[in-house]
């Protein structure tokens, strides 16, 4: 295995700890708010680190560019998203809400 | 068992629970999301099977369009009866007769790949032989705007019949008016800054999709349904609002596309074959035409999300 | 090498398979749409995880769609979810 080889393996490993990471607080946090703050890290570290240790891989310079925009796309719909969704749970109207939804 | 056969049988798992989940739920929203995340399995199953074109169009419309087109249906359905837009009084009827629709076009479909001979490479080595000829180097881009192109014609045709369709829906005294509901946004809210910010970046996306569609996977109809969503986005985002249904350049837009392919096809009538691309300028004029399909395709996709007008002219 | 990007999708997929867990018990509507938007993401890192894999570059333009359009689904929640259907959560900011 060379050094190339190495560093993919490391930073998928790192992005796939973010991911699961992610995911066990969005199952296990108590409510919409803390959950949206678990998943907000699987966003922008684990792709971020997936991406980062697959351009190991790339043939070229456009392929690894490629990844890059790939990241900064995803995290600007995460940010815009989490934003979004954050205030729309904050103030949600009493006739949108579901029936004994817990906050 | 290697870890690629491990991946593709829990890939399987997870398109069929999500399938039965959006089926099953009884909450309206769920079904929704369930719907949206099989989309992006469906993704995933396609580049696992090859077809990264296929894959590609899942992707743009399943991300763009399909969430879209759903979440403001059910808006609409919660607004107009209530409880989280379920409808505890629909009646039993309608829901087996769309079963039994589902049913029968599931087990067609079932019955038509069964049918397929096993082992035979089908069209392939044809296309394969030809392609030099095609003046594309992208199998698939030979296929639809080449040797096929009179499908791809009547589709792109199909596609604007079902835009008049949903237009036909319209009541009278609202037409041609402005399709879909008022949006606003808080002019420099997160919002309206992400309307601003995706759009150029989509721009190039498309463009790029639809250029690289000659040599390696993209083309029209994926760039479009690109095009399509970063418009509703810019109208989601209030900064601009829909052409009214009556306008002129409206409807140009609508028809350049087909009319582009058609007059192609017709010149190609004159100089001997419907729809036969010289060699020589094959090239050209397909991205000619996928060029104009695009910007038809992103149009009535955008207009077909949108709707019916909602106030006169 | 193949096979680790292979187990690492296998990984993402398993993250998929528990975030639907929580599109199914909710409780809100929000805690669905974010389940979904994870699962998008966890579709582009898988996208990426099986270009590495099979050395296809052709796929990351897959990727790069999805994450172009990652928002637009949660965008259209936070319109459902304002009054009149159309507007924005943070209008009427306080």
């Known amino acids: ?103 | 068992m290697t870890a690629a056969f491990v991946f593709d049988a829990m890939l399987c798992l997870l398109l069929v629970g999500t399938a039965v989940s959006a089926v099953a739920g009884r909450d309206l929203f769920a079904s929704i999301a369930f719907f949206v995340t099989y989309g992006i399995l469906i993704g995933l199953a396609w580049l696992r099977l090859g077809a990264v074109d296929v894959a590609l169009a899942e992707a743009a419309i399943g991300a763009g369009l399909t969430g879209v087109l759903l979440i403001g249906a059910w808006s609409m359905l919660q607004r107009r009866c209530g409880d989280g837009g379920n409808d505890p009084a629909m009646p039993v009827l309608p829901k087996l007769a769309a079963a039994a629709v589902s049913v029968t076009v599931t087990g067609m479909l079932a019955l038509a790949v069964l049918a397929l001979p096993v082992g035979a490479p089908g069209l392939v080595p044809l296309v394969t032989e030809n392609l030099s000829e095609s003046g594309v180097g992208n199998p698939v881009t030979a296929v639809l705007l080449n040797f096929r192109a009179y499908d791809t014609l009547m589709e792109s045709i199909v596609l604007l019949i079902a835009l008049v369709a949903v237009w036909a829906l319209t009541p009278k005294e609202l037409w041609g008016g402005v399709p879909g509901l008022r949006q606003h946004a808080r002019p420099d809210g997160v919002l309206a800054t992400f309307g601003r910010l995706l759009p150029p970046l989509g721009l190039v996306v498309a463009v790029y999709v639809v250029w690289a569609g000659s040599e390696m996977p993209g083309g029209a109809f994926q760039a479009g349904t690109i095009l399509a969503a970063v418009w509703l986005l810019v109208v989601m985002a209030g900064i601009a609002e829909e052409p009214r249904m009556s306008s002129r350049l409206l409807r140009l837009a609508l028809v350049v596309g087909p009319a582009v392919f058609l007059g192609v096809g017709l010149v190609g009538a004159a100089f001997g074959s419907f729809l036969g691309l010289p060699v020589d300028f094959a090239k050209a004029l397909i991205l000619a035409i996928e060029f104009a399909l695009t910007f038809s395709i992103a149009v009535t996709l955008a207009l077909l999300v949108a709707g019916t007008p909602r106030e006169g002219t | 090498m193949t096979s680790f990007l292979y187990l690492a999708g296998l990984i993402l997929l398993l993250t998929v398979a528990a975030s639907l867990i929580r599109i199914h018990i909710g409780p809100t509507r929000a805690e669905r749409m974010m389940s979904a938007q994870l699962i998008g993401t966890s579709g582009v890192g898988t996208v990426l995880l099986l270009a590495g894999a099979e050395g296809n570059g052709a796929m990351i333009d897959v990727a790069l769609v999805l994450a172009l359009l990652a928002a637009f689904a949660a965008v259209a929640f936070v319109k459902a979810s304002s009054p009149d259907g159309a507007g924005d959560p943070e209008e009427d900011d306080r």
Do not use: C, S, Y
Not at chain 1, 10 to 37: E, N, Q, S, Y
Not at chain 1, 94 to 100: A, S, T
């Open chain 1, 1 to 103: 295995m060379n050094l190339a080889e190495a560093f993919t393996i490391l930073f998928v490993v790192a992005g796939i700890f973010f991911f699961v990471a992610g995911t066990v607080g969005l199952l296990r946090f108590p409510d919409t708010h803390t959950r949206l703050h678990a998943l907000t890290k699987a966003d922008n570290l684990g792709l971020g680190l997936i991406a980062f240790g697959l351009a190991f891989r790339m043939p070229d310079v456009w392929g690894v560019a490629k990844l890059g925009l790939v990241w900064l796309l995803a995290v600007l719909a995460a940010a815009t998203v989490a934003q979004l969704v954050a205030r729309a749970a904050l103030d949600r109207l009493p006739d949108l809400d579901e029936k004994g939804g817990a906050r």
